[in-house]
């Protein structure tokens, strides 16, 4: 049994930890199987949006005539474009690995963990023990169960964001944001897109009038299957055929790739975690309390493994409470609110706070104010794009959800607003640059009605 001051497993937001505890003079140990940097940095949120950029730059190519600019003559070169994002992300990946390596006080265990026992690990042939064990492992796709899928080679956003060749036609199961994401990126570059989705809506954890105005704008781009269920999946002729039903009717979609996009699982099975005397809830994610202590002593959680928020920057936000709360005197409540979100396809969303049908009818108002009739927003013919601002009789911030332009961006000043208190009066008090874009936001505040 090799013993350490610590152990982390997941290198993730997890190397926040080691390199906090290796510099307190702690023996640390990490243990994660693949690339430095975890889902994120590897197979995430940053070359996704890397490769999305490459998707905006070809949409705004595409549609340059509607600003009397004529695109003669451009080409995609696919595999130059996923070559230069992976490039990018494999040497981060590496020296990061090489950082940790050089790390006196750190041991990386780089191979597959999982508990044998009560604050006990086996990773690969070693087993160990620590005073401190910081669980960081993530999630990983779901698969569903479906007639055929594990007898054909189709993909998940592990694989699409590595494929050498552009689909010519693409089949997406499934209709939440990962599917939202990669549909305008395939889609942006030259591949014809059907999404199936089992609910009426893409997206439907957003707010629904945003969700109801994305699909809307996904129907004019994409082949859109809504209450849709895959039922079989099988090959003909080197296609990929998808039996869906709805109802009574019935569709065969054939196409040179699917992919499979219906949500993540904990991998909390994977390691084992129940041995170790740490429970899971009924979707197997890892039981926390508010300081991100698990059901065994000395033993935390966070990330999405924890299942609390299934963010990059939640993850980030857990794993300093987890230091501190573990190295400190004084044990802090993690403060999540107010947590914004985006989805980076196009139309961009975003959103923080609660949701109209969070709410009480009556009991709040609303403010709503469409890009196009501000000047910016008139200036990049956003005609879709709406932000709507949810407040109590206060006229405090209950929420904020955007669809357009920068979405992303224009969330974080309704963040930072809800942080100060919420008065809605931060937001339509605060001069705004004219005609810049986050007038938008400031007029939907002055535009609330109850």
Excluded at 282 to 308: C, H, P, Q, R, S
Aim: charge should be positive.
């Amino acid at each position: 049994m090799e013993e350490f001051d610590v152990i982390v497993v997941g290198a993730g937001s997890g190397l926040t930890i080691v390199d906090g505890a290796a510099s307190r003079g702690l023996r640390v140990a990490l243990v994660e199987k693949g690339p430095m940097g975890g889902t994120c940095l590897n197979r995430g949120c940053i070359p996704s949006k890397m490769l999305i950029h490459s998707a905006d730059v070809a949409e705004t190519v595409r549609n340059a005539w509607n600003f009397g600019i004529n695109p003669k003559g451009y080409a995609v070169d696919f595999k130059k474009i996923v070559s230069r994002v992976s490039k990018v992300i494999d040497a981060d990946a590496s020296g990061i690995e090489e950082g940790i390596r050089e790390e006196r006080n750190t041991t990386l265990f780089k191979t597959e963990g999982r508990f044998v026992g009560k604050k006990t690990i086996k990773a690969g042939s070693t087993t160990m023990t620590a005073d401190k064990i910081f669980i960081m492992a993530g999630t990983r796709p779901s698969v569903p169960a479906i007639e055929g899928l594990e007898d054909v080679d189709y993909i998940t956003s592990r694989e699409a964001l590595r494929l050498k060749k552009l689909p010519k036609a693409l089949t997406i199961i499934g209709g939440g944001y990962i599917a939202a994401e990669l549909a305008h990126f395939f889609g942006s570059l030259g591949s014809k897109v059907t999404i199936l989705q089992q609910d009426q809506l893409l997206v439907p954890n957003e707010d629904s009038e945003i969700a109801e105005a994305f699909t809307d704008a996904f129907r004019k781009r994409f082949n859109i299957l809504l209450g849709y269920t895959a039922e079989k999946v099988g090959k003909k002729n080197g296609k990929y055929v998808v039996t869906a039903s709805h109802g009574k009717l019935q569709r065969k979609i054939s196409s040179d790739q699917l992919l499979v996009a219906v949500g993540r699982v904990p991998n909390s099975d994977i390691l084992e975690v129940g041995n170790g005397g740490i429970k899971v809830n009924d979707k197997g994610y890892i039981v926390t309390n508010d300081y991100l202590e698990t059901t065994a002593k000395d033993i935390w959680a966070g990330g999405d493994i924890a299942g609390k928020y299934l963010f990059k920057h939640s993850a980030n936000l857990e794993a300093q409470y987890m230091y501190h709360n573990a190295f400190s005197r004084e044990k802090i409540k993690v403060d999540y609110e107010p947590m914004p979100h985006a989805i980076f396809s196009s139309p961009q969303i975003a959103g923080v706070g609660l949701r109209e049908r969070d709410l009480k009818k009556g009991a709040y108002g609303v403010g709503r104010y469409r890009y196009s009739d501000t000047g910016m927003g008139a200036a990049l013919q956003d005609k879709n794009g709406f932000v709507k601002i949810l407040v109590d009789r206060q006229r405090k911030i209950l929420g904020c959800h955007i669809i357009g332009t920068d979405a992303s961006a224009l969330i974080q000043e309704v963040a930072v607003a809800m942080k100060a208190g919420g008065d809605l009066g931060y937001l339509t008090g605060t001069v705004h640059i004219h005609p810049a874009l986050p007038e938008v936001v400031q007029r939907a505040a002055g535009n609330v009605v109850f």
